[in-house]
């Protein structure tokens, strides 16, 4: 079910994109997305713009579309600084920020930030504590401020349906979202991502998911999700077997994206955001999202 407290719709989107345009293009697909009528407006954190500050000028360029962070590396700023933001953006913008937290993964956190990443679990847990009781002056808004965790795992998902909203699985197949649910219980908000490709070539639409999957299918986090859904080592390598590669990107038409969509929701998803892959990592896919858009009758 929805959390009462933030409707974010069906349909979103995700995308890293907006983060290697000019901050006024960036506002801009946000109105657009706002006017195509997706609920959510997902966005990353990894080595680009701050996401809370990224946050708040898409928040300030819409008036009812929701802003998401998927995710927000808890290694990037204490718990208090953390909540801050949050309540900060919640009080300004009424219901419409949604802090997606996370444990990130060893590389972005030990090699690139150098932080320990020796118990993300626990160190999670801890943080959610610090959260609760951290000092925050300043007025709050109402509702009050919400967020749910990246997680794959069952300890992280039940942690996710006890102490947040929900949970937000990234890089997961249907299969997953079923897991998800059932571990969480019928309450949780289940915000998942999809990857679409529109090519319809197997062999060019493979090549170029692979080329979008092969930084993940080596992040442990993913890699030993992936192994508890029954896929090996070998589906890991080289960047994916075929068999991987289908279950995690919905490559053909738009009919295949849109039955990949509906797969999530059987399976006990709430939300789903898109995320449209193309063979130019630069691409902005301002037409896709149209189409897309369209095809699920937002307008």
Not at 174 to 188: F, K, L, S
Request: hydrophobic share 45%; charged share 20%.
């Amino acid at each position: 079910m929805q959390n009462p407290n933030i409707d974010i719709g069906t349909y979103g989107i995700w995308t890293g994109q907006l983060d290697i345009q000019p901050s006024g293009m960036a506002r801009d697909c946000a109105a657009e997305l706002e006017e195509l009528g997706f609920g959510a407006l997902w966005i990353p954190e990894t080595v680009f713009r701050e996401p809370f500050v990224h946050a708040s000028f898409l928040l300030e360029a819409t008036s009812t579309l929701k802003v998401a962070t998927g995710i927000v590396n808890r290694y990037g700023r204490d718990a208090l600084t953390c909540n801050a933001a949050m309540q900060t953006l919640n009080e300004a913008f009424p219901g419409r920020f949604l802090l997606g937290l996370g444990v990130s993964h060893e590389h972005l956190v030990s090699w690139l930030r150098k932080h320990d990443y020796s118990k993300p679990y626990s160190g999670m847990v801890e943080y959610l504590d610090l959260m609760e009781t951290s000092r925050f002056f300043a007025p709050t808004g109402e509702p009050p401020a919400q967020m749910v965790l990246a997680a794959l795992g069952p300890r992280m998902l039940r942690l996710a349906a006890e102490r947040t909203a929900g949970a937000h699985p990234y890089f997961v197949p249907p299969e997953h979202t079923a897991v998800a649910r059932e571990t969480m219980g019928p309450e949780a908000l289940l915000a998942v991502e999809q990857m679409v490709l529109f090519e319809t070539d197997p062999e060019r639409a493979r090549t170029i998911a692979r080329s979008h999957m092969a930084v993940y299918v080596q992040a442990p986090n993913y890699a030993n999700n992936l192994k508890r859904l029954g896929f090996t080592d070998h589906d890991l390598s080289d960047g994916g077997s075929d068999r991987l590669v289908d279950a995690i990107v919905a490559w053909g038409t738009m009919d295949d994206a849109l039955a990949r969509v509906q797969d999530h929701l059987d399976a006990g998803a709430d939300h789903v955001c898109v995320q449209v892959l193309d063979e130019d990592v630069m691409h902005l896919p301002r037409t896709e999202w149209r189409e897309l858009a369209a095809a699920l009758a937002l307008v």
